[in-house]
């Protein structure tokens, strides 16, 4: 068994009095705070999470919130994305760079009103980032993290019990947009959002105080729903084709390398810092990708890069950075960087695990 040990540069949530009620058996460290990653076990939180309801402590998606009359200005030199069409009340996922086109996260920005966003994070210290470009430009805008701590609710019945505990009107919400609503005389913003494939809401609760009042309420309001304290699950992660930033992409990676050109717009995101790096890339597209895999045999946990080879043996083509078993699919699924000389589906290639080599097939697509 492997133990955190606890001290104050490991911060526990508003949530965290909840999880541990609730029996939380493992834990990560994510942007130096506590995510639970398994209450009764993996494969039965995947079952669960895909028939039922969950609420996921996700207060370790830390909020870098921007305001100033020159916030739209510094949101836009952290993305390839063009923000142009942002109105508040939207919710958009956009890749940040650096200034060579290097990804530093993929968070969802919120857009609170026209001088001020909310950027949920993945794990990586972007405030640092942010902050030193709002200062060395000297533009007219505050950077921080507030005290805000997201709370997730997942699953098919999601819908049910938030409007058990917010109204009937969340259920008005469209996909990444976001609403204002009361919980015991607080105003809470309620977006359409979530690390799951299986819909649901996120919660963005202001205050501390306030994270056990509204789990409580939760769990109580979803008792005849089978709710349970759940937490971003692996199969169905990976299932979905959600990326893990540190895992599947990092800074050595494009935006485009991560499968993410969609959601850029290099030509026309003036101001980008990343701009000038990602125009070539994106007009003659990458040299390597993500790509899923289905992987054969009992592969041990992938805690480590696995080397993906060409099926011959010969050369090293691609890595793989995710692999569960997939109870539904009765396989293992995988997601991998992989070189466009393998990149089609229905391509054969090995991966090298720590328990040796097992036969690989490039997928078309994602499973969900």
Not at 140 to 167: H, M, N, T, W, Y
Request: charged fraction near 25%; glycine fraction near 10%.
């Amino acid at each position: 068994m492997v133990i955190i040990a606890g001290s104050r540069r490991i911060r526990r949530t508003p949530f965290s009095d909840g999880v541990e009620a609730f029996g939380v058996k493992g834990y990560t460290v994510y942007n130096h705070m506590l995510l639970p990653t398994v209450f009764r076990s993996v494969e039965e939180d995947y079952h669960h999470l895909k028939s039922a309801v969950q609420v996921w402590d996700v207060a370790v998606e830390r909020q870098v919130e921007i305001r100033g009359p020159d916030a739209a200005r510094l949101m836009q030199m952290l993305t390839p994305r063009d923000l142009r069409a942002m109105q508040p009340g939207m919710c958009y996922y956009v890749p940040m760079v650096d200034e060579t086109g290097g990804m530093l996260n993929d968070p969802v920005a919120v857009m609170i009103a026209e001088d001020r966003y909310w950027v949920s994070i993945a794990d990586s210290d972007l405030l640092f980032w942010v902050k030193g470009l709002a200062y060395g430009l000297r533009l007219d805008v505050l950077v921080d993290e507030p005290d805000v701590s997201p709370l997730a609710i997942q699953g098919p019945k999601a819908d049910e019990l938030a409007a058990r505990v917010f109204g009937d009107k969340v259920k008005d919400l469209k996909f990444f947009r976001f609403g204002r609503f009361d919980f015991m005389g607080q105003d809470m913003i309620v977006a359409r959002s979530g690390y799951s494939k299986q819909g649901g809401f996120e919660v963005y609760v202001e205050g501390g105080k306030n994270g056990m009042p509204l789990w409580n309420a939760l769990m109580e309001a979803g008792k005849d729903l089978d709710v349970h304290a759940g937490c971003p699950n692996v199969i169905e992660r990976i299932e979905g084709g959600l990326l893990s930033y540190g895992n599947d992409m990092t800074r050595d990676n494009t935006p485009h390398e991560a499968g993410l050109g969609r959601f850029c717009s290099t030509e026309t995101a003036i101001g980008c810092v990343g701009r000038d790096a990602l125009l070539r890339v994106s007009k003659e597209g990458p040299v390597k990708q993500i790509r899923g895999l289905r992987i054969e045999g009992s592969v041990p946990p992938c805690d480590r890069a696995w080397p993906i080879m060409d099926a011959d043996g010969q050369y090293q083509i691609g890595a793989v950075t995710s692999a569960a078993w997939s109870p539904d699919f009765e396989t293992n699924v995988a997601i991998g960087m992989v070189r466009m000389t393998h990149w089609d589906p229905r391509t054969d290639v090995d991966v090298v695990t720590q328990a040796g080599v097992f036969p690989a097939v490039v997928q078309e697509t994602f499973w969900i």
